[in-house]
């Protein structure tokens, strides 16, 4: 899970970095979102999976 809660920080530090004026830049609009997206994905994963049980 801890993996998950970087690849998300990652994510808004990245929107962050944008240069453009808002946020509208590729950084900011396109890249940051998925980052960040990936990042959530990995969270519903990491909670969600099972243990195995042998």
Avoid: C, S, W
């Avoid at 993996?3 to 962050?16: K, Y």
């Avoid at 944008?18 to 998925?34: A, N, Q, R, S, V």
């Amino acid at each position: 899970m801890l993996i998950g809660i970087g690849i998300i920080v990652l994510g808004f530090t990245i929107i962050g970095l944008d240069k453009e004026p808002h946020g509208f830049g590729f950084m900011g609009l396109t890249l940051g979102p998925i980052i960040t997206l990936i990042g959530f994905l990995f969270q519903f994963y990491a909670i969600f999976k099972k243990p195995e049980t042998k």
